[in-house]
T-cell receptor
């Protein structure tokens, strides 16, 4: 199967700081999705990206679809305690029907 | 619409028993996916339906696992003769057809513990 590498694996930051994480693949993807997951819950969709180079925002979150189509980036500005959770990237190849997930970035925000 | 719904949220079963989980997708979504997630890992694909047709299955889906979507609406995932290694979160997701912008929405998951 396709491997998606997410980095960093974990982050411990002060409230108010900005956060950056990325996801890389050995294969080309046609769609990139970013999710947040809290303990005991399912992943919640944050941002969807469909075109190489696309930059999309959702409040304090901004994500980019890499030009090579093999990577994607997520930034969170001015972090707050409720940003705590695990962030996953997911890619959908073309052709393909299944979403491949990264290993996750665990975010801890220190008040 | 209330989103993807999964039932039960939690299931504890003895090794060797059969279990069945249910997923109700978002009503206009014809695509339905089952994923499995173990602690510290990202979700892993199990199987995919387009309407009532099961179009793709992962090698992770052993012959003890079976999934159905009889009328193209809700889906069930059954695990027969459960093993301790089956303990995981089972996630269901749904999406619109591929030629529309494809966003997969997940349910809250079913946490299975095999004792």
């Amino acid at each position: 199967g396709q491997q998606l590498n997410q980095s960093p694996q974990s982050m411990f930051i002060q409230e108010g700081e900005d956060v950056s994480m990325n996801c890389t693949s050995s294969s080309i993807f046609n769609t990139w999705l970013w999710y947040k997951q809290e303990p005991g819950e399912g992943p919640v969709l944050l941002i969807a990206l469909y075109k190489a180079g696309e930059l999309t925002s959702n409040g304090r979150l901004t994500a980019q679809f890499g030009i090579t189509r093999k990577d994607s980036f997520l930034n969170i500005s001015a972090s707050i305690p409720s940003d705590v959770g695990i962030y996953f990237c997911a890619g959908l190849p073309l052709p393909g029907n299944q979403f491949y997930f990264g290993t996750g970035t665990s975010l801890t925000v220190i008040p | 619409d209330t989103g993807v719904s999964q039932d039960p949220r939690h299931k504890i079963t003895k090794r060797g028993q059969n279990v069945t989980f249910r997923c109700d997708p978002i009503s206009e979504h014809n695509r339905l996916y089952w994923y499995r997630q173990t602690l510290g890992q990202g979700p892993e694909f199990l199987t995919y339906f387009q309407n009532e047709a099961q179009l793709e299955k992962s090698r992770l889906l052993s012959d003890r696992f079976s999934a159905e979507r009889p009328k193209g609406s809700f889906s069930t995932l059954e695990i027969q003769r459960t093993e301790q290694g089956d303990s995981a979160m089972y996630l269901c997701a749904s999406s619109l057809p591929r030629d529309v912008y494809t966003e997969a929405f997940f349910g809250q998951g079913t946490r299975l513990t095999v004792v």
